[in-house]
């Protein structure tokens, strides 16, 4: 029986990689379960392969436990999809989404065809594993995360050593001291002193003057 090679890649994480040997007349969803052999997820997820072109495009869809949407459209189920139904290139390539709720995506690429399996060897076989699966998981958005966004920002304000308080407190001061006169320097006071003696030297000028007008008046 002839076997094919198939090279699987995360496309965000470029650093892990699965190469599995399957049976030409095995399924879609015996591939399905042997990546996640190799990855460690629980495979009992939505998920579904596309038939691609070079370019990673999706095509044709066979799926494994379908929505009903899916179930209206009539598309394929991998239980019931030999692979050697669909490999018309020697470089065949195939789009694979897994749990649909809470995605990764997958290259799966055919390597090369072998053609006699090998005695003894339970199909699929993982032949080769390079790097560590992310977890099931990991790409979930948490709101914890966004909050420790936030802590960050705070610790801005930290380490200004910024209090609120003493913000309220400026306020207060400030307010208060719109209303209040300036204070007097030494300098302000001396010069009102000066201005002050000559205004006063003006006011005995005149009234020297007049009782002098007074005085001529009587002789």
């Known amino acids: 029986m002839a076997l094919?090679?198939?090279?699987?890649?995360f496309e965000d994480y470029d650093d892990v990689m699965r190469e599995i040997d399957v049976k030409s007349n095995q399924t879609f969803e015996?591939?399905?379960r042997a990546i996640?052999?190799?990855?460690?997820?629980?495979?009992?997820f939505s998920s579904s392969f596309y038939i691609s072109n070079d370019q990673w495009m999706k095509g044709e869809e066979i799926t494994y436990l379908p929505n009903q949407k899916r179930k209206d459209r009539g598309i394929s189920l991998m239980s019931k999809v030999k692979l050697l139904s669909f490999i018309d290139d020697p470089h065949q390539k195939f789009y694979y989404t897994f749990n649909f709720d809470r995605p990764f995506d997958f290259h799966v690429e055919l390597m090369k065809i072998i053609l006699d399996d090998a005695p003894g060897v339970v199909y699929?076989?993982?032949?080769?594993?390079?790097?560590?699966?992310?977890?099931?998981?990991?790409n979930v958005f948490t709101p914890a995360a966004t909050a420790?966004?936030?802590?960050?920002?705070?610790?801005f304000l930290n380490e200004m050593a910024f209090n609120p308080e003493d913000a309220e407190d400026f306020s207060e001061v400030t307010d208060t001291d719109a209303d209040l006169p300036e204070e007097k320097t030494s300098e302000d006071e001396e010069e009102d002193d000066e201005f002050g003696n000559e205004f006063a030297d003006?006011?005995?000028?005149?009234?020297?003057?007049?009782?002098?007008?007074?005085?001529?008046?009587?002789?």
């Open 124 to 138: 699929p076989a993982v032949i080769k594993s390079v790097g560590e699966a992310p977890k099931q998981f990991g």
């Open 4 to 9: 094919y090679r198939f090279r699987v890649t």
């Open 30 to 32: 015996d591939l399905h």
């Open 36 to 44: 996640h052999k190799s990855t460690g997820y629980d495979p009992e």
């Open 148 to 155: 420790a966004v936030a802590d960050d920002d705070l610790d």
């Open 202 to 219: 003006d006011d005995n000028y005149e009234e020297d003057e007049r009782s002098h007008r007074g005085g001529g008046d009587d002789y």
